[in-house]
């Protein structure tokens, strides 16, 4: 699945890990814990721009590597209220 790019770039700044939900460096895309189970070529492959489809698909490849379904993105403060 690939995820938005919005959402990748948030999540990338943000301080929570979106694997796990611990507390991670802004600018890193996962916190060291998750980041220590990724092979070496999976964590070299987070070294891009994260606005480049390639950051997108590293960012997919990591987060099943790790196991993790739905990821945890940062509060979304700017999204509109869902119409419901
Ligand atoms: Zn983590």
């Known amino acids: 699945m690939q995820y938005d790019t919005d ?6 700044r943000s301080l929570t890990c979106p694997a796990c939900d611990a507390k991670k460096a802004a600018d890193n895309t996962f916190c060291k ?4 189970q990724l092979r070496p070529p999976q964590r070299h ?3 891009q721009s994260a606005g480049s ?6 960012f997919d490849v990591a987060i099943d590597a790790l196991g993790v379904t739905s990821p945890v ?3 979304p ?3 509109p ?3 419901t």
């Open 7 to 12: 959402k990748l770039i948030k999540s990338l």
């Open 33 to 36: 814990k998750c980041y220590k």
């Open 45 to 47: 492959a987070l070294y």
């Open 53 to 58: 489809p390639g950051y997108g698909i590293a």
């Open 73 to 75: 993105w940062p509060e």
């Open 77 to 79: 403060a700017d999204q």
């Open 81 to 83: 209220e869902p119409i």
